[in-house]
């Protein structure tokens, strides 16, 4: 048996973004407003601390393969078919990029996620709101 020389997450996160169009903050914004998805998969606690952006909708990471599934039983209503613009979002723009390349390998084709994350869409003034208690 042969085994490969395992990567660490540096080198997974470089490698994986390759095949991602990862978008601004000013872009993700575009595509939302052109019918695109945006997906938010923070943890609770960073949603209450930080807000929301308005419509978007909110998958724990943990859900998201299921819920994103077009073919999926356990579906979300907004993952109407393969051809969706889904842009992931998490914190800082880490832990979006691994998920938008598992939703690619589910046949999401125009999954990808937002460089920064949440921090760098408020960072650049867009909209967010108060996540309700």
Same mark, same amino acid.
């Given at each position: 048996?042969?085994? #490969?020389?395992?990567?660490?997450?540096?080198?997974? !996160?470089?490698? =994986? &973004? /390759?095949?991602?169009?990862?978008l601004?903050?000013?872009?993700?914004?575009? *595509?939302?407003?052109?019918?695109?998805?945006? =997906?938010? *998969? &923070?943890?609770?606690? !960073?949603?209450?601390?930080?807000? /929301? *952006?308005?419509?978007?909708?909110?998958?724990? &990471?943990?859900? /998201?393969?299921?819920?994103?599934?077009?073919?999926g039983?356990?579906?979300?209503? #907004?993952? +109407?078919?393969?051809?969706?613009?889904?842009?992931?979002?998490?914190?800082?723009?880490?832990?979006?990029?691994?998920?938008?390349?598992?939703?690619?390998?589910?046949?999401? &084709?125009?999954? +990808?996620?937002?460089?920064?994350?949440?921090?760098?869409?408020?960072?650049?003034?867009?909209?967010? =709101? +108060?996540?309700? +208690?």
């Amino acid at each position: 048996m042969s085994y #490969e020389q395992p990567l660490g997450i540096d080198e997974l !996160l470089e490698r =994986v &973004r /390759l095949d991602l169009d990862r978008l601004s903050p000013k872009e993700a914004y575009e *595509i939302a407003e052109g019918g695109g998805l945006l =997906v938010d *998969i &923070r943890y609770a606690a !960073l949603r209450e601390r930080d807000g /929301l *952006i308005p419509g978007a909708l909110v998958v724990e &990471r943990n859900e /998201l393969e299921w819920r994103l599934d077009p073919q999926g039983s356990h579906r979300a209503p #907004e993952a +109407t078919g393969h051809d969706l613009r889904v842009v992931v979002v998490c914190n800082e723009g880490y832990a979006s990029s691994l998920a938008a390349v598992s939703l690619r390998q589910l046949g999401l &084709r125009h999954a +990808t996620d937002l460089t920064g994350g949440f921090q760098a869409w408020r960072a650049a003034g867009l909209p967010v =709101v +108060t996540a309700e +208690t």
